[in-house]
Nanobody, 126 residues
Framework: VQLQASGGGLVQAGGSLRLSCVAS????????VGWFRQAPGKEREFVAA????????HYVDSVKGRFTISRDNAKNTVYLQMTSLKPEDTAIYYC????????????????????WGQGTEVTVSS
């Protein structure tokens, strides 16, 4: 499965962006999809995930209430709607997917994901 992320760009603090991640195959087979990010000089970190079957969503505390992950299986696409953006949200954002339904306690572990996109850069200016 190949994942293609897009939608990044330069935005002022307080603004919004919507990232998209298109899969080369049906997202119905990807029971868990997620977004991670890597800020300059920092390690890649978990941002959000969506688990199929029950449609549960999970977020890192720093983005709760501001970011929303969703998927459209008809379009084989996963989205990350980002609002109230802050300069600390500046990073390269990666989408990831797993064929398994990752348990909640492990949903932020990168090694649990089977497929990764190439990343899309988000820059938030103050």
């Amino acid at each position: 499965v190949q994942l293609q992320a897009s939608g990044g760009g330069l935005v002022q603090a307080g603004g919004s962006l919507r990232l998209s991640c298109v899969a080369s195959e049906s997202t119905r087979s990807l029971l868990t999809v997620g977004w991670f990010r890597q800020a300059p000089g920092k390690e890649r970190e978990f941002v959000a995930a969506h688990r199929w079957s029950g449609a549960s969503t999970h977020y890192v505390d720093s983005v709760k209430g501001r970011f929303t992950i969703s998927r459209d299986n008809a379009k084989n696409t996963v989205y990350l709607q980002m609002t109230s953006l802050k300069p600390e949200d500046t990073a390269i954002y990666y989408c990831a997917a797993a064929t398994s339904r990752i348990i909640v306690s492990a949903i932020g572990y990168q090694r649990m994901y089977d497929y990764w996109g190439q990343g899309t850069e988000v820059t938030v200016s103050s």
